[in-house]
């Protein structure tokens, strides 16, 4: 039986029942009575005979039939017979009210682990333990003792709440209840000793009746049915918007790394999320705003926006929102101009914003036309329309048809920020969503923008092994990436004095000298490196020098590296390692000593392509810094892209034998200059140095 077909009960048993309907052992079977269940419910009550009308029984070995699920609402201690039990009479689920298990440390996780082990046996699936319960309101399954559902009675609709805490998954369900949104299923995973978030996630969204997830997790496990998930959802048309919250490091990579280092939880959580089309939203309250938007407006085309209103305040406001969200508020061609013209009072400029002034109140009409002047612009993939002040002589309520109706018939996606009750109802009962702010809309839009604009095809996590490392040294290093295919400055390696002439007159000069040693990762802070080496005296001095350093800090000697020196206008960081969780994470970031200073850095989880890694550039807060200024050319960044998505690859070729990198810096410049790898740190599994 499928996770989604048990979630479909045709008889639930209730283990600790009870006469109450304000007890967590009697909410569910006053829920069910109430709500249209049309299955049997079997109360399990040694002390009783009848529960709430309904006859009670002893235990589960007593029942009539055998349940398809079992609500277990028992101390904690009783749980692991009640799972035995479960599994004996065939039961296909069980929902864990009982704490007292992960929550506690390392001796709840063995119980219940247990419990896991002892369900497992008969293939019983388990939700919790330590959660509020899952329901199915479609079929009045309400297997949930929250009291949300007495405050905010059910509705079937498209909506699906999955979150790893009861209260989050009530705090939504009563958020999207109160914004008229109907809800199918409702499902707290608690500890997750077997259902995780995006199992259920998955299963769901196998419902056609579902086009949106609404999803709070606290740690993300099993990316992989995540991304499932994800591609489930954009196969179908469907959404997942997503609260992540926590935020911690991952503590997975190797201590040498840059890249490890700069790669918290939270970020690669980021990228993730991202790569994968699930929008990621601050809180409860943008899971609850937003959702609306994704339910009943079509997918833009693109970025560009335009924005209507009756007060030129609004028309600032909103310009302002749509830049700071990446929205691009472009100008009119000439067929657009030429309806705007018609529409508009000819006191009234056809620029985008468009400000109708109160010429609206005496020319009701101009709202429509100008909004079919805006079908087929250029400027519209998206609109925003702002009506902070409406009162007597406004038509809202036509208003409000004519903005449902050009959303459908042009699907160009709409918004309206407004600051009146009665107002943000007459636009809500036609379908479109409304926001309190400019501000509110415009990220609204953003978010729709984000979501068409996410990745058509998407790949799960792959997971080489993560694995105790040991470092190369720098020659070692750069010739693994030399064979992976990535640009390496050109260098020779002198172990003797004598070597240093031939390695001058391959190289050219000027050069750059580096002292070898596989047990300094980073040999500036020892001084190890000196620049502008251009001639022999200068070159051997440098070699005899580092010997002495490397004998006066006790470390290994490999020599001197020499290395064409190059100019550049940037200095980049290139990495990659290995995380538990998300497989190879490739990072691009500002470079040099400050890197983990500055933090200026983007993550992406391998494999990807080169749009994706494009696009992670531009996020970087030097990006810029790139465009052509000044008589300047820009940089060429496919080029960098290329490396990342080689690295990213190469890694997943190599299954673990290599277990991070550290490139910084990588010298970039303006023009077809290509970029080149200067510095490099790179650690193999120990098995393979051995």
């Given at each position: 039986?499928?996770?989604?077909?048990?979630?479909?009960?045709?008889?639930?048993?209730?283990?600790?029942?009870?006469?109450?309907?304000?007890?967590?052992?009697?909410?569910?079977?006053?829920?069910?009575?109430?709500?249209?269940?049309?299955?049997?419910?079997?109360?399990?009550?040694?002390?009783?005979?009848?529960?709430?009308?309904?006859?009670?029984?002893?235990?589960?070995?007593?029942?009539?039939?055998?349940?398809?699920?079992?609500?277990?609402?028992?101390?904690?201690?009783?749980?692991?017979?009640?799972?035995d039990e479960c599994v004996d009479l065939g039961a296909r689920m069980a929902?864990?009210?009982?704490?007292?298990?992960?929550?506690?440390?390392?001796?709840?996780?063995?119980?219940?682990?247990?419990?896991?082990?002892?369900?497992?046996?008969?293939?019983?699936?388990?939700?919790?333990?330590?959660?509020?319960?899952?329901?199915?309101?479609?079929?009045?399954?309400?297997?949930?003792?929250?009291?949300?559902?007495?405050?905010?009675?059910?509705?079937?609709?498209?909506?699906?709440?999955?979150?790893?805490?009861?209260?989050?998954?009530?705090?939504?369900?009563?958020?999207?209840?109160?914004?008229?949104?109907?809800?199918?299923?409702?499902?707290?995973?608690?500890?997750?000793?077997?259902?995780?978030?995006?199992?259920?996630?998955?299963?769901?969204?196998?419902?056609?009746?579902?086009?949106?997830?609404?999803?709070?997790?606290?740690?993300?496990?099993?990316?992989?049915?995540?991304?499932?998930?994800?591609?489930?959802?954009?196969?179908?048309?469907?959404?997942?918007?997503?609260?992540?919250?926590?935020?911690?490091?991952?503590?997975?990579?190797?201590?040498?790394?840059?890249?490890?280092?700069?790669?918290?939880?939270?970020?690669?959580?980021?990228?993730?999320?991202?790569?994968?089309?699930?929008?990621?939203?601050?809180?409860?309250?943008?899971?609850?705003?937003?959702?609306?938007?994704?339910?009943?407006?079509?997918?833009?085309?693109?970025?560009?926006?335009?924005?209507?209103?009756?007060?030129?305040?609004?028309?600032?406001?909103?310009?302002?929102?749509?830049?700071?969200?990446?929205?691009?508020?472009?100008?009119?061609?000439?067929?657009?101009?030429?309806?705007?013209?018609?529409?508009?009072?000819?006191?009234?400029?056809?620029?985008?914003?468009?400000?109708?002034?109160t010429a609206l109140l005496g020319k009701p009409d101009t709202f429509g036309?100008?909004?079919?002047?805006?079908?087929?612009?250029?400027?519209?993939?998206?609109?925003?329309?702002?009506?902070?002040?409406?009162?007597?002589?406004?038509?809202?309520?036509?208003?409000?048809?004519?903005?449902?109706?050009?959303?459908?018939?042009?699907?160009?996606?709409?918004?309206?920020?407004?600051?009146?009750?009665?107002?943000?109802?007459?636009?809500?009962?036609?379908?479109?969503?409304?926001?309190?702010?400019?501000?509110?809309?415009?990220?609204?839009?953003?978010?729709?923008?984000?979501?068409?604009?996410?990745?058509?095809?998407?790949?799960?996590?792959?997971?080489?092994?993560?694995?105790?490392?040991?470092?190369?040294?720098?020659?070692?290093?750069?010739?693994?990436?030399?064979?992976?295919?990535?640009?390496?400055?050109?260098?020779?390696?002198?172990?003797?004095?004598?070597?240093?002439?031939?390695?001058?007159?391959?190289?050219?000069?000027?050069?750059?000298?580096?002292?070898?040693?596989?047990?300094?990762?980073?040999?500036?802070?020892?001084?190890?490196?000196?620049?502008?080496?251009?001639?022999?005296?200068?070159?051997?001095?440098?070699?005899?020098?580092?010997?002495?350093?490397?004998?006066?800090?006790?470390?290994?000697?490999?020599?001197?590296?020499?290395?064409?020196?190059?100019?550049?206008?940037?200095?980049?960081?290139?990495?990659?390692?290995?995380?538990?969780?998300?497989?190879?994470?490739?990072?691009?970031?500002?470079?040099?000593?400050?890197?983990?200073?500055?933090?200026?850095?983007?993550?992406?989880?391998?494999?990807?392509?080169?749009?994706?890694?494009?696009?992670?550039?531009?996020r970087l807060g030097i990006a810029p810094a790139f465009a052509a200024a000044?008589?300047?050319?820009?940089?060429?960044?496919?080029?960098?892209?290329?490396?990342?998505?080689?690295?990213?690859?190469?890694?997943?070729?190599?299954?673990?034998?290599?277990?991070?990198?550290?490139?910084?810096?990588?010298?970039?410049?303006?023009?077809?200059?290509?970029?080149?790898?200067?510095?490099?740190?790179?650690?193999?599994?120990?098995?393979?140095?051995?």
């Open positions: 039986m499928s996770l989604l077909q048990a979630l479909n009960p045709r008889s639930v048993a209730i283990l600790g029942a009870s006469d109450n309907p304000i007890k967590p052992g009697g909410r569910p079977i006053d829920y069910m009575l109430r709500h249209g269940f049309s299955g049997a419910i079997l109360p399990v009550n040694p002390k009783r005979n009848e529960v709430q009308g309904l006859p009670a029984y002893p235990s589960l070995r007593v029942l009539p039939q055998a349940p398809d699920a079992v609500v277990i609402s028992l101390p904690g201690e009783e749980v692991a017979n009640a799972i929902v864990i009210y009982s704490s007292g298990f992960a929550e506690l440390g390392d001796a709840g996780r063995a119980q219940q682990s247990e419990l896991l082990a002892r369900a497992r046996r008969g293939g019983l699936r388990l939700f919790g333990p330590n959660c509020q319960g899952v329901a199915n309101f479609a079929q009045g399954a309400i297997l949930n003792f929250s009291t949300m559902i007495n405050e905010s009675p059910p509705a079937d609709g498209p909506v699906a709440i999955v979150s790893q805490s009861g209260a989050g998954a009530a705090i939504l369900y009563g958020g999207l209840r109160r914004a008229g949104l109907g809800v199918r299923y409702m499902v707290s995973t608690g500890n997750e000793a077997d259902v995780c978030a995006a199992e259920a996630a998955c299963a769901l969204l196998g419902d056609e009746q579902v086009r949106l997830v609404v999803l709070y997790v606290e740690t993300l496990s099993q990316s992989a049915q995540l991304a499932q998930a994800a591609r489930l959802a954009r196969e179908r048309g469907a959404h997942i918007l997503a609260v992540k919250a926590g935020r911690t490091s991952a503590g997975q990579a190797t201590a040498s790394s840059h890249t490890g280092a700069l790669a918290a939880e939270d970020a690669l959580t980021d990228s993730f999320l991202r790569q994968h089309g699930i929008l990621r939203l601050a809180d409860f309250r943008e899971l609850i705003d937003y959702a609306p938007l994704f339910l009943s407006q079509p997918m833009p085309r693109g970025q560009r926006v335009v924005s209507i209103s009756n007060s030129g305040a609004t028309c600032v406001l909103s310009a302002d929102a749509a830049e700071e969200y990446g929205l691009a508020v472009e100008q009119f061609d000439q067929a657009t101009l030429a309806g705007l013209k018609q529409a508009l009072p000819p006191y009234v400029t056809a620029r985008n914003p468009i400000d109708m002034t036309h100008t909004l079919q002047a805006l079908r087929g612009s250029n400027a519209a993939d998206l609109v925003h329309v702002g009506f902070p002040i409406g009162g007597e002589g406004y038509d809202f309520a036509d208003f409000a048809a004519q903005a449902s109706r050009f959303a459908r018939d042009s699907g160009i996606p709409i918004a309206v920020s407004v600051n009146q009750e009665w107002v943000a109802r007459a636009f809500q009962e036609q379908g479109v969503p409304t926001f309190w702010s400019e501000r509110a809309a415009m990220r609204g839009l953003a978010l729709l923008s984000e979501q068409a604009c996410a990745p058509a095809s998407m790949s799960s996590p792959q997971q080489p092994p993560v694995a105790a490392s040991t470092t190369l040294d720098e020659p070692g290093s750069l010739a693994r990436l030399q064979q992976a295919g990535l640009p390496v400055m050109h260098h020779q390696v002198c172990t003797r004095a004598s070597d240093v002439l031939p390695a001058l007159e391959a190289l050219g000069t000027p050069l750059v000298a580096k002292g070898i040693s596989a047990d300094l990762a980073h040999k500036s802070e020892h001084g190890l490196v000196r620049l502008n080496i251009d001639r022999q005296e200068s070159a051997l001095q440098a070699f005899h020098d580092f010997a002495a350093k490397l004998r006066a800090l006790e470390a290994n000697d490999g020599g001197m590296l020499l290395c064409t020196q190059h100019k550049a206008d940037f200095e980049l960081a290139l990495g990659a390692h290995i995380d538990a969780e998300f497989g190879v994470v490739v990072m691009i970031g500002q470079g040099g000593v400050l890197v983990e200073t500055l933090k200026d850095v983007q993550f992406l989880l391998a494999p990807f392509d080169q749009s994706q890694a494009l696009a992670a550039i531009q000044r008589g300047m050319p820009a940089v060429e960044l496919s080029a960098v892209a290329d490396m990342m998505v080689r690295l990213g690859d190469w890694m997943l070729e190599q299954d673990g034998h290599v277990q991070s990198v550290d490139a910084n810096p990588v010298l970039v410049a303006r023009g077809a200059r290509p970029p080149v790898i200067v510095d490099a740190v790179v650690a193999v599994a120990c098995e393979e140095r051995s």
